[in-house]
């Protein structure tokens, strides 16, 4: 059992002294009115009955304290048949007695708490919720009207046709309803179903007029019940079926609204990495054209026709291979390499290891942190670095980048575009790994620093 809060404490310990103190004052009382003391027989049933009825009025709250609350507040409860249950087993020992008005208002105001803590939880109301709210009402209602003196065919109302017409609107809205949505001829499958169910809550208001000796209200009853389970209950369950249908429709059409915009902005930020990329590996081609004979120019060409090749073939993926994705990064940084390959004052350090396991990834997520560092970390004047470290650990991909900051050359095409590369990023990162991924960048003077941390995905 979880360990009870403050709050809850407190209200357990208030109730407890609430019941005994209220036993202690009912048991003095007849004490001292010397109930039937000549009848001891029925002097030891009075007792009998005292203490029976506040064992079921605090058993009836421990259950909704320990039990309804747990599996209500919770979420979706796994047995929401129990929670009926226990709201008809408390509203059944009130009718019949075993539980005094006062308590009954009491327990229908910790039922009705715990409906309004549920829905916090769940916006969409499940059978549990609803008859929890809709028994607390009944019962705060009839508890009340029992303590102003109501007439006795009130009495007889509340203690007969309205239990039957929350089951029965509960069967309605939660099971034949569901059942029948999307069938032909859904308006006289309904209403057969209906007469059905009405005759059935007929026969049950017959064992319960039987029951409570009740026979001399036959004349208003049944007519009554009639009304209220073949016209009102059924109706009403229609208009609340058909508002929480229209809500759901409304929630459904506004989360495919916002999915669609997010669809719509990874793709545009995937058209904008792309020619990114290819920007600057023709760079970085150019500049060794320069520099070098064909041979390196070759090879160069080589590493961008695999570049170019995994982003026809693989980036228009929804997710690609980690190690797909290792071995586009490990191309780029060999474009590079082929560039700074003359200048001794630049270090590149590369620490990249393989996934020991089939791992999946957002294409192109790794590459513009490193494209980012060889662009504003590579100066062909001055000393500068790179240092690049990647590997997997449990499901979780582990990135740092650093590099010394350089201003980009006046001859630089790519000076005047920077930083779209990592703002891309960042938004990709924030729409496919949502509370799964952590990225931080610091920079100072002299070095510009990036890890990132992602949960991956493992092939089904």
């Known amino acids: 059992m979880t360990k009870l809060n403050e709050s809850a404490r407190v209200e357990l310990i208030a109730f407890t002294a609430i019941a005994i103190v209220a036993f202690l004052f009912n048991a003095f009382e007849a004490v001292n009115e010397h109930i039937s003391i000549q009848n001891h027989v029925f002097y030891e049933r009075f007792w ?56 009954a208002m009491i327990l229908a105001i910790k039922m009705m708490t715990i409906y309004v803590l549920s829905i916090k939880k769940q916006e969409k109301q499940n059978v549990a919720q609803d008859a929890l709210l809709l028994f607390s009402l009944a019962l705060f209602v009839h508890g009340v009207s029992v303590v102003v003196n109501y007439n006795i065919e009130i009495a007889q109302i509340l203690s007969t046709i309205l239990p039957i017409a929350i089951l029965h609107y509960l069967y309605i809205l939660h099971v034949i309803l569901p059942n029948l949505n999307g069938k032909r001829r859904l308006f006289w499958k309904f209403l057969g179903r209906i007469v059905l169910t009405t005759l059935a809550c007929q ?166 942190f490193v494209e980012n560092a060889f662009k504003h970390g590579i100066s062909l004047n001055t000393p500068s670095h790179v240092k690049l470290t990647l590997q997997t650990k449990d499901g979780q991909l582990f990135l740092d980048v650093s590099n010394s900051i350089n201003k980009a050359s006046e001859t630089d095409p790519e000076r005047l575009h920077g930083g779209i590369g990592l703002q891309n990023v960042k938004q990709r990162l924030s729409l496919l790994y949502p509370n799964k991924h952590e990225l931080i960048i610091r920079e100072n003077a002299k070095e510009f620093f990036v890890h990132l941390t992602i949960e991956l995905s493992g092939i089904d």
């Open 48 to 103: 009998i009955h005292l203490l029976f009825t506040y064992v079921i009025t605090c058993l009836s709250y421990f259950i909704l304290f320990f039990y309804v609350s747990a599996e209500t507040i919770g979420g979706a409860p796994k047995s929401p048949n129990a929670i009926i249950l226990v709201s008809l087993f408390i509203e059944i020992c009130f009718i019949v007695g075993l539980i005094n008005p006062y308590f």
């Open 203 to 368: 026969l049950l208001l017959a064992l319960m007029m039987l029951a409570f000796d009740i026979n001399d209200a036959v004349n208003y009853l049944i007519p009554l019940n009639t009304g209220a389970q073949l016209i009102a209950v059924p109706l009403i369950s229609f208009i609340v079926y058909k508002g929480r249908m229209r809500r759901d429709l409304e929630e459904i059409r506004a989360l495919k609204t916002e999915l669609g915009k997010s669809d719509a902005n990874l793709n545009f930020l995937k058209s904008q990495i792309n020619p990114h990329f290819l920007f600057n590996a023709l760079n970085t081609l150019y500049g060794t054209a320069l520099q070098e004979n064909a041979e390196r120019t070759g090879e160069g060409i080589q590493k961008l026709g695999d570049m170019m090749r995994f982003m026809l073939e693989e980036n228009v993926a929804d997710k690609t291979l980690l190690a797909t994705d290792i071995n586009y990064l490990k191309n780029y940084i060999s474009l590079q390499k082929l560039r700074i390959a003359t200048s001794p004052n630049i270090n590149i350090e590369t620490d990249i290891e393989e996934p020991a396991e089939q791992y999946l990834i957002a294409p192109m997520m790794l590459l513009p």
